[in-house]
T-cell receptor, first 112, second 115 residues
Framework: ELKVEQNPLFLSMQEGKNYTIYCNYS?????LYWYRQDPGKSLESLFVLLSNGAVKQEGRLMASLDTKARLSTLHITAAVHDLSATYFC????????????FGKGTRLHILP | DTGVSQNPRHKITKRGQNVTFRCDPI?????LYWYRQTLGQGPEFLTYFQNEAQLEKSRLLSDRFSAERPKGSFSTLEIQRTEQGDSAMYLC?????????????FGPGTRLTVT
């Protein structure tokens, strides 16, 4: 069964610091997504990574995908309070049974 | 286009009752997904449709759950004989292309509370 594991599950950090969230998955896939969820809200798409070595950046967030290591990272640069949210990675098993499997999420709390 | 919409937004029901949720995807999106999310967890895949065909169902989708997308537009998710364990947020998402190449667009969710 496909597993998607994120770590850390909870992260409290100071504004201005850098940090990385890791997403490991247990099956071959070259489609990975990152989403953001604010409390009580639905999910907002951040990044779509569709090939090995893919790197995408938006503002202070940068996501990358290493399909050989089955690893994606979400890097936060010079964090600001507005980035406080829960971040989910999700793996697309399109080449197997066509499901989207989410990790448990990383709850990010940025202290002013 | 106003995005994916879901109704109702909140539903409180007594154990044993049936409930039905509706999802209206973004116009002309071929794929429609249903997920369940409990507190502190990521969304769990339940099922998806490509147009009106239901192509995949999770083992989470017990016999009490049924989903339809009769005309390839809106979809309904029905839960029969609800149990307290069914309490969760039910999320719907749509995607424009087969193979889900690209992000899914999520609706606001329906929060179900079973008392």
């Amino acid at each position: 069964e496909l597993k998607v594991e994120q770590n850390p599950l909870f992260l409290s950090m100071q504004e201005g610091k850098n940090y990385t969230i890791y997403c490991n998955y247990s099956t071959t896939s070259d489609r990975l997504y990152w989403y953001r969820q604010d409390p009580g809200k639905s999910l907002e798409s951040l990044f779509v990574l569709l090939s090995n070595g893919a790197v995408k950046q938006e503002g202070r967030l940068m996501a990358s995908l290493d399909t050989k290591a089955r690893l994606s990272t979400l890097h936060i640069t010079a964090a600001v309070h507005d980035l406080s949210a829960t971040y989910f990675c999700a793996v697309d098993t399109w080449n197997r049974d066509d499901k989207i499997i989410f990790g448990k999420g990383t709850r990010l709390h940025i202290l002013p | 286009d106003t995005g994916v919409s879901q109704n109702p937004r909140h539903k409180i029901t007594k154990r044993g009752q049936n409930v039905t949720f509706r999802c209206d995807p973004i116009s002309e999106h071929n794929r429609l997904y249903w997920y369940r999310q409990t507190l502190g967890q990521g969304p769990e895949f339940l099922t998806y449709f490509q147009n009106e065909a239901q192509l995949e169902k999770s083992r989470l989708l017990s016999d009490r759950f049924s989903a339809e997308r009769p005309k390839g537009s809106f979809s309904t998710l029905e839960i029969q004989r609800t149990e307290q364990g069914d309490s969760a947020m039910y999320l719907c998402a749509s995607s424009p292309l087969p193979g889900a190449v690209g992000e899914q667009y999520f609706g606001p969710g329906t929060r179900l509370t079973v008392t």
